[in-house]
């Protein structure tokens, strides 16, 4: 079977470095001291909206469609060696006429300053998460979210159309936890980027 991939690009603003993270709903941390803007691209048949009414952490437009994610900017954000997890914070709508067959995610830091081993250790701290499971973000090869998640609409691994999927976010902080190895985000200047890859028929 011949499958269709697209990207949907999650941009996340260099403020991540100054303490905020990729995420919209902490369970238990302490407050963010950063305000980062992540603006979201999505392809015109998938939506990503907020699960959290009112929305937590994200910036909508006026039809209620995720525009941006903004840790720090209420609430709570990362804790400092620690692993903080945001849980199914955005879902993810099928909104064309045939089904979703697949949805992977990875993670790529880019900065005009950090050395590349720096950045490797900054994509290795995030993961996205199906419920409290984390999912291996290194694309085509990692985990397929409609795989992983429990959530009932995609119990037999597809998403139909009009049907949603919720995703969340963990930030991981525990220097001797993989695939963590950072105690504390840089403070230097650099962009995330989380590409969701997606498949269907």
Known sequence: MMHRRRQILVTIGSAIATGGVVSLNASSSVASSGDASFR???????????????????????????????????????????????????????????????????????????????????????????????????????????????????ADGTLESGDSVPFGVQVNLIPDSPPGTLADLPGDDYDVDLRILIDRP
């Open 40 to 154: 979201v691209v999505a392809p015109n048949d998938i939506e990503l909206t907020p699960v959290n009414a009112p929305p937590i952490h994200v910036e909508t437009n006026t039809d209620g469609y995720v525009t941006a994610i903004t840790p720090g900017g209420d609430r709570d954000g990362v804790n400092q060696y620690a692993t903080t997890r945001f849980e199914d914070i955005i879902a993810v709508t099928n909104v064309a006429s045939n089904d979703l067959t697949g949805i992977y995610f990875e993670f790529e830091a880019t900065s005009d300053t950090l050395p590349p081993e720096t950045l490797t250790e900054i994509e290795s701290a995030l993961q996205v998460t199906a419920g409290s499971t984390p999912l291996e973000t290194t694309g085509e090869s990692g985990d397929d979210l409609l795989a992983v998640s429990d959530d009932p609409a995609v």
